[in-house]
């Protein structure tokens, strides 16, 4: 009796430890917080880690020995509006009707904005039980249904549009608002406090937030869209490449901050920081952003224009200092968040986005989602990659402005990972890569439209009667 009692409380010990094994093999990891910051025309050679010899970006290059780099990531197009819907929603912007507003971006009273019956990125994390929260630059619409309190975001501060978007000649725009969830509460704001004024929020939100999962996106004021940068007084007159690169070191200066707070919390293990901009940087005489080694300015659909600097880390998740060279893009954040909070995403609403977490980990040999990567410029599509190669198709390219002139664009063809700076066209030698890329456009045309040509699976943007300026219920102390 004895004898059999022994093995049966050994049988129970055993029993135990095996339970205990498979248990700990099927534990769910906790969601990671996601810190997202977006920068506004900063270019692809405008930091250390993506080259730059003329900008000091020390909390950059720390960020990119912690993470992984990505060589081939895209923005959904080379201007800000409808590159924002693109992150936003997980889809090329003419899917979700944000390609054309008024004109190639939203101005300030628009009655048009990213429309409230789409399910963004911070309604998703939302839903699956994260904090949210927005500091920066929005651009996605400045009517209160269009802001983001109404897109998924519990707390919103900072701008509702373009810095440069400020009353001048020709232009009866009211002061540049500063804002607090829907309520104006500066105006006009002093945009060389604005990146400081902003990461101090943030990182006071972080903490406040920090024993829940949460969401913060910093979509960045700077370098911008004016002609000098704004930057304040620690970094003004400071850098080598007057105010552009003034903001750039505050931009780093920034992402810093956010990074110690995150470690002084201890929630570094925990938390996903992906950092890009939202696309190339414009050209300016004299010089001040740089796009190198890559082709062309912001603004269009070269390389230059729509490739962008993106790092990502998370701590023992993603492999430190290393680099993905695989074509994805900023509509992949969406659909990998939604993995990330064990949130399905709805199959039923067409996305152009993939969750490219296994791109993210590198622990397989994993190749682009993307069979084809389309180049549209608001409605006109101009280009189409896949794989190594690039093609530009010949059509005379619509003009971003009312008065301007179109321009004829040839048939070109680039190996667009030996040469990022397109220099040699490859058509000529290469015909069967010429029409299989061609064929590759149809698809985009049928679903997304060309110019002049409706696509059949548009979801059209929000058109409110009437539009009223923000500052109408403001009054200045």
């Known amino acids: 009796m004895n004898h059999q009692f022994c093995n049966f409380i050994l049988f129970l010990m055993a029993f135990s ?19 997202l910051i977006l920068c506004d025309n900063l270019g692809y050679g405008d930091i250390e880690p993506f080259g730059s010899e003329l900008h000091r970006t020390p909390h950059l290059n720390q960020l990119a020995k912690s993470g992984r780099k990505f060589t081939h990531f895209y923005s959904a197009s080379g201007v800000c509006t409808p590159s924002r819907a693109a992150l936003m929603t997980g889809c090329y912007p003419q899917r979700v009707d944000m390609a054309i507003t008024d004109g190639a971006v939203l101005r300030p009273v628009s009655p048009i904005g990213l429309n409230p019956k789409e399910w963004t990125m911070a309604e998703h994390l939302q839903k699956a039980g994260y904090a949210t929260a927005a500091f920066g630059k929005w651009h996605l619409g400045d009517q209160p249904d269009y802001l983001p309190t109404n897109q998924g975001f519990d707390y919103f501060e900072g701008i509702p549009y373009s810095d440069d978007m400020t009353p001048r000649e020709g232009q009866n725009w009211p002061p540049l608002p500063y804002m607090v969830n829907n309520k104006v509460v500066d105006a006009p704001v002093d945009r060389d406090q604005l990146a400081k004024r902003l990461t101090i929020s943030a990182c006071e939100w972080i903490k406040g937030h920090q024993k829940e999962p949460f969401f913060v996106y910093i979509p960045k004021c700077m370098p911008g869209s004016t002609q000098a940068p704004f930057a304040s007084e620690d970094f003004k007159e400071k850098s080598k490449n007057g105010p552009w690169g003034d903001s750039v070191e505050e931009i780093d200066w920034s992402l810093g901050e956010i990074v110690r707070t995150i470690s002084e919390l201890k929630l570094t293990d925990n938390t996903l920081i992906i950092w890009t901009s939202d696309n190339g940087a414009p050209r300016r005489s004299p010089v001040q952003g740089s796009n190198l080694p890559l082709s062309g300015w912001g603004y269009t659909t070269s390389e230059g224009g729509m ?26 954040l969406y659909p990998t968040a939604a993995e990330l909070c064990y949130q399905p995403l709805d199959k039923s609403v067409p996305r152009d986005g993939h969750n490219i977490l296994s791109l993210m980990t590198g622990r397989q040999s994993i190749q682009s989602p993307y069979e084809a990567f389309y180049y549209y410029q608001m409605d006109q599509l101009q280009a189409v990659r896949s794989g190594k190669w690039k093609l530009y198709l010949p059509i005379e390219m619509r003009s971003r402005t009312k008065n301007g002139s179109p321009q004829k664009q040839a048939l070109q063809l680039y190996d667009v990972v030996e040469d990022p700076a397109e220099s040699k066209n490859l058509a000529e030698s290469n015909p069967e890569v010429v029409d299989q890329l061609t064929q590759l456009t149809e698809k985009a045309r049928v679903e997304l439209g060309d110019y002049q040509q409706p696509g059949s699976q548009i979801r059209p943007h929000a058109v409110k009667e009437q539009a009223f300026p923000l500052l109408r219920a403001y009054r200045s102390p």
Not at 320 to 332: F, G, I, K, N, S
């Open 307 to 332: 490739r962008v600097p993106c790092i990502m880390s998370w701590p023992g998740t993603i492999p430190a200092d290393t680099v993905c060279d695989e074509l994805c893009t900023m509509m992949d």
């Open 17 to 35: 430890q095996i339970s205990d094994v498979l248990l700990a093999s099927t534990v769910i990891p906790p969601p990671p917080n996601i810190v």
